[in-house]
Each structure stands twice: as structure tokens, then as C-alpha cells.
């Protein structure tokens, strides 16, 4: 958090002392009296001043010294702090000080003997609304729009001016392209001119900060008059070309190269090339590449192509979310074409597999109060799987692989907002944690080449942050297909999910998660079922001859953030336990099988880079079922979790996993 105190000085009584204060004092009126008179009344493009957040109280300048400290937080504060109305003349001060200074070398090195800004410490838990940042802008002109790139390594985004990279990544930078700048104003909700919307700016950080080759981005308002401000947009990059490696033994594994920020543009690319020495045309090639927000309509295509491995398939999508509050219109268009082969699991040998999707979708917001947040949004979708040859399968099983149209319609009422914080999922940089609700509704029909039925669905999302206790959010669902009369393809779903505040214990920083999972499926098909699985906290654990409809797990997991950083890469240690029942649909959950696990891992992680997160775990399984097969050990690469955000998007079936 970043915060400005005043720290008062005990007067000096020796001679060289009151010479030094009286030195400063006559430095002081020198720089004031040069960027008076000598620079012109305009702000400089690299001014880092205005991150400035907390009130400055009016004093005598002889005997004080400005000082950044972190440890000072304003009371609705979260990451930067809004400024305070009323120290708004000192802080254009302050502002129009150091703007003018940095015009010259010797202003500035004037205005650095007496302004010193230490590095910020980050956020504990989600304090107040991302817009309140905003609230006291809210109402004012725009007067300009400026852009201010960070290198991906040696700056801080709290530390705007801050550069003091080391020999290795001093070379890293180089061989990386920034974000062209038209393509940060590309996504910009707002423009010189325009009248300040705290929502609307509060939206816009997030929508940078979600972008793929983004790490972090803020928004900051800088007072120039009463009724003016300019908006400054900082961002920096994450190091945009990647590579993950894919082995599981000798025969089988996948190489992946992308770069997620071609020449600066947004645009992403990537090749895959996966290989098994079991199946044939190995190794295969896939290819993708994506176009973000074209031409600032938040419309973004994706290209993929794939062939190998007994399979090929390729495909489009192009698509536009509710990107923002004020967002009123959203859908897509996709087009998937697969050749390949199955077996069923029973087949002796695999029979030929031809079909394509189309998927179309629209979607409606109305925004039914600023204040709340508060939506009202329809959607309508039209998904036809059109299926040319499979194997032979019976009308309720393999429900994929049947030939079949729906036609779907939705209702959602969402409230949400966010809230800044970091520690959660990430290792420092800011992260936007939701709060809020949603209540879909959503109803169709399914004309298929067996049968024709109708399908309902309710699903209810709440989530709130608790100063004092931690984030707590809950979802339930239920859904069915409904076929004369009768229920298929039946499901309950119940989820909570609790995340701790951040605990301080020296310099290490402890988070506790706790999630549980209660599934149930009724009238499913012959081939669906529930089983005990990585999504569920038990990975390295597999056996094929449990399963069941109904299954009831727990998950709680403690990680400690480590202050310790080796060339950006930082560690965080975690502990976990993992208990869970698995049954049939009418037997008492306790009843059948059960599955525990404990165990200790490291994860090591780095904002600056895309590259998944490099994840170490032991775990012992005391008593596991008979036949099943265990892996201790897992050395692999974990993709970044994200909370769940209330998004409504396109009407869709209740997933059954």
C-alpha cells in the first residue's frame, strides 16, 4: 500500500547541522524560483508523483522531510488511495514541483535531495472497492490521456520512475518488444475530453491488467484545476515468449513455443508439437494464433489448426464478452471441424469419429444501477453438433458423440464489484478478487437424432469479503433435461470456496484456502460418472474401477509466501489435506468409497513471465482403494488459478465433472 507521511525532524543546534537545513532551504527556493520561471506550465510525461495518495498536513518546510512509508495506510485505502479533497492544493504542488524538476538534470537532482520514495509493500487482504480510488475525481474533464511503459524487469508498477535492473535482465529487455502504445489507448474505455466515471475508470485497470501480455497496470488521476484532470495509464509487460515442456515417460510428452505479444501488437502465437509412440502419426503439429480487441470493438479471433496423433481438426472463433459495466452488447461465433477415431473403451479397434460445431450466441446487458452494479442481461444460443459418421451407440450414452441441435435462452440478474488485492493466486502483482452475485436462469430445447426434449437450469453465485475473516463465496446449481415426463441427465451441484486474510509472520505471508465440492447426478447416462480427480485436490491419484454419481470432497491447503527472490522467480511453500466420499445416487455418502491425502510442495512462480507455474508436491494416500495407482511425486506446471468472476456470458448446460 502505497502511503505519504511526514516525518518531523528535532531541530539541529550544532553548527554543521543548521548549516546542511539552511543549505536545503536555499536549494529549495532556488529549484522553485528556476521551474518558475524557466519551464513551461505543463506535466511531464514520466511524472511518478502523482501516485501520491494520502493527506500531506500544511507545515513549516524548514524543519521536515517527505518521506515514503509503507507502512501507513489511508482507512479506505486499497492499493493506491484517493486523494483527499482537502490537501489538494499541496498535492498540485508537490505534483507541479516534481514534473517541472525532472525537466533538467540539475532541477532534478535538486528536487531528489529533498523527495525519497521507498518500494511499497502489497496489499493484506481486499480492502474497498477498485472504483473508490476514483470517487473524488469522479464528475471532471479529462484533460489528457498519457501512457507510461514499464520494462518487464527492474520496475515496479507502485514505482513508476524506479529502474535498477541487474546485467541478465537489463539483457532480457532488450530482446523484448513493449506494448505499443496505441494498442494500450486501443483499450481504453474513455478519452481526452470525456467526463470521469469512477466505475468506468475502475473497469478499465482491471481490463489492462487482464490482458495476456499485461502484468499490472493503474490508473492514475492527476488534479490539474478544479474542474480538470489528466488520467496517466501505467503498465507493464510480462515477458511475452514462453515455452512449457510436457513429459509423462519416455514415449509420450509435448513441446509448446508461443510468443503471446507479436512486435508489440497483442497478437498471439504458438505451436505445439505433442508426440505417443502408441498412436499414430506421431509426432503431430498444431498451430494457433490470436488477435486481441480488434479495431477497439473488444471483439477477439482465434485461429488452430492441429494434425497427429490419429486426429485432426481445425477451427475458429470470434467472440466479444461484457468486457466492462457499460458494455452492452456481447456474443460469438465458432466453428470447430474434427476427424478422428474412438473406441468406446470397448471396441476392439477404434471406428471412424467426423463431425463440426457451430456455436452462435447474443447477449444483452442492461445496467440497472451505477451504484451496485447491478445487471439485468438476456442471451439466446443456437449450438448444432453435427456429427457425419460414429460408432454405433445407444440413445442415452455418449451423449457427445450423438448428432443433435439446442437451442438455448437465459436470464441473469448480476451485481458485482472488485476488490484489489495480491498474495492470493499470483506472487505480488495486483489481483481483482469479485464480490458480488449472479442468478441465472436458463431453459431450451434439444432436437437430436434419437430424441427431442426440453432442458432447465438454475445456477446461484454469491461472494463477499470480510474485513475481519477473509473472502467466503458459494455457488449452487441445478439442472435437467426433461423427456416426456421424465428426468435425464439430472444434476445438483453445491461449492463454497473460503480464502483467509493474509497473515504476517515476520517477513513470510500466510494464506489459508479452504474448498468444498458437493456433486450429485441423477438419471445420467450409461457412461457418465463422478470420480476422485486432480480438480478435486487429488492429483497423482487414478483408479478406473471406482465411481459413482455422487461425490462429496473437502480441500484445505495453507501456503506461505516467501520474501525470497532469485532473479524474479519467488517461492511459495504449501501444506494440504484432502478428504473425500464417493458413491451411488441413492446410497448414503459415507457408505462408499473414500479418499484421503496429506502432503507438502513448493510452487515457484514469476509475474514477469507467462510461463505456467513451476509446482513441486509430495503427497502419501493412507489407504486407497484397491487397484489404484499412485504418483507421490509430481514435478509439473500448474496454470495460474482465477477466482470465479459472476460473468454472465453465453447460456450454456451445467458441466457434469
Not at 327 to 354: C, Q, W
Amino acid at each position: 500500500m502505497m502511503c505519504w507521511s511526514v516525518i518531523q525532524r528535532k531541530p539541529d543546534t550544532g553548527y554543521k547541522n543548521k548549516l546542511r537545513v539552511e543549505s536545503r532551504i536555499f536549494l529549495v527556493s532556488v529549484a522553485v524560483f528556476l521551474c518558475s520561471k524557466l519551464l513551461p506550465q505543463e506535466l511531464c510525461p514520466a511524472d511518478s508523483a502523482t501516485i501520491i495518495p494520502s493527506p500531506v498536513e500544511p507545515v513549516s518546510t524548514a524543519n521536515i522531510r517527505l518521506s515514503y512509508n509503507p507502512g501507513i495506510r489511508h482507512r479506505n485505502s486499497t492499493l493506491i488511495a484517493p486523494f483527499a479533497a482537502e490537501d489538494k492544493k499541496t498535492l498540485q504542488f508537490l505534483d507541479s514541483l516534481k514534473a517541472r524538476a525532472s525537466k533538467t538534470l540539475v532541477t532534478r537532482k535538486l528536487y531528489d535531495i529533498i523527495v525519497t520514495s521507498p518500494a511499497s509493500s502489497p496489499a493484506k487482504y481486499p480492502g474497498s472497492s477498485g472504483e473508490n480510488v476514483f470517487t473524488d475525481v469522479s464528475g471532471k474533464i479529462i484533460r489528457n490521456v498519457q501512457i507510461k511503459k514499464l520494462e518487464v524487469f527492474g520496475t515496479s508498477i507502485n514505482l513508476p520512475d524506479h529502474h535498477d535492473p541487474n546485467g541478465l535482465e537489463r539483457f532480457l529487455n532488450k530482446t523484448h518488444v513493449n506494448t505499443n502504445e496505441f494498442i494500450i489507448r486501443k483499450n481504453l474505455l474513455f478519452s481526452a475530453g470525456d467526463t470521469v466515471s469512477a466505475l468506468k475508470l475502475s473497469d478499465n485497470e482491471r481490463i489492462i491488467r487482464q490482458l495476456p501480455y499485461i502484468d499490472d497496470a493503474r490508473i492514475i488521476p492527476v488534479y490539474v484545476s478544479d474542474e480538470e484532470v489528466d488520467i496517466v495509464v501505467v503498465t507493464k509487460d510480462v515477458y511475452s515468449l514462453g515455452a512449457e515442456v510436457n513429459l509423462r515417460g519416455i514415449k509420450k510428452g509435448s513441446l509448446s513455443l508461443f510468443e503471446k505479444n507479436i512486435f508489440g501488437m497483442g497478437h498471439e502465437f504458438g505451436i505445439t508439437v505433442p508426440h505417443d509412440a502408441e498412436l499414430p502419426d506421431s509426432p503431430g503439429f498444431g498451430v494457433k494464433y490470436l488477435i486481441n480487441n480488434i479495431s477497439r470493438t473488444f471483439i477477439n479471433t482465434n485461429l488452430f489448426y492441429f494434425n497427429g496423433l490419429g486426429e485432426r481438426t481445425y477451427g475458429f472463433d470470434i467472440s466479444r464478452s461484457f468486457v466492462s459495466s457499460f458494455t452492452k452488447y456481447a456474443g460469438g461465433i465458432s466453428f470447430r471441424h474434427m476427424h478422428t477415431s474412438e473406441d468406446l473403451d470397448t471396441l476392439v479397434n477404434p471406428e471412424p469419429l467426423k463431425y463440426n460445431v457451430q456455436d452462435y450466441w447474443l447477449a444483452r446487458s442492461f445496467l440497472l444501477d451505477k451504484q451496485s452494479v447491478t445487471r439485468l442481461v438476456i442471451g439466446a444460443r443456437y449450438y448444432n453438433n453435427n456429427v457425419f459418421d460414429h460408432p454405433f451407440i445407444l440413445p442415452d450414452s455418449y451423449h457427445s458423440l450423438q448428432k443433435y441441435k439446442i437451442f438455448l435462452g437465459s436470464l441473469s440478474i448480476s451485481s458485482r464489484k472488485y476488490y484489489k488485492s495480491n498474495l492470493v493466486y499470483g506472487y505480488g502483482h495486483t489481483e481483482d478478487i469479485p464480490t458480488g452475485g449472479l442468478i441465472n436462469i436458463t431453459a431450451g430445447r434439444e432436437m437430436s437424432e434419437f430424441k427431442n426434449r426440453y432442458y432447465t437450469g438454475i445456477n446461484i453465485s454469491l461472494a463477499r469479503s470480510i474485513s475481519k475473516l477473509g473472502y467466503i463465496s458459494a455457488t449452487t446449481g441445478f439442472a435437467s433435461f426433461h423427456n416426456n415426463g421424465k428426468t435425464e441427465q439430472g444434476f445438483l451441484l453445491l461449492r463454497t470456496k473460503y480464502i483467509s486474510r493474509l497473515i504476517s509472520l515476520g517477513n513470510y505471508r500466510v494464506r489459508n484456502f479452504l474448498y468444498t465440492d458437493y456433486s450429485r447426478g441423477f438419471d445420467r447416462y450409461s457412461n457418465e460418472y463422478l470420480s476422485f480427480n486432480y480438480e478435486h485436490g487429488f492429483s497423482g491419484f487414478r483408479n478406473d474401477s471406482i465411481s459413482g454419481n455422487q461425490r462429496l470432497s473437502l480441500s484445505l491447503e495453507s501456503v506461505i509466501f516467501s520474501p525470497f527472490s532469485f532473479y524474479g522467480f519467488k517461492f511459495a511453500f504449501f501444506g494440504f489435506a484432502d478428504f473425500g466420499f464417493l458413491s451411488g445416487s441413492n446410497q448414503v455418502i459415507t457408505t462408499g468409497h473414500n479418499l484421503s491425502s496429506l502432503g507438502v510442495g513448493v510452487r515457484i512462480g514469476n509475474d514477469n513471465l507467462v510461463f505456467k507455474t513451476f509446482q513441486i508436491r509430495l503427497g502419501y494416500f493412507p489407504g486407497p482403494p484397491d487397484h489404484s495407482r499412485i504418483n507421490y511425486l509430481l514435478i509439473s506446471g500448474e496454470a495460474r488459478l482465477k477466482p470465479d468472476n459472476f460473468e454472465p456470458a453465453q447460456p450454456s448446460i451445467i458441466q457434469y465433472r
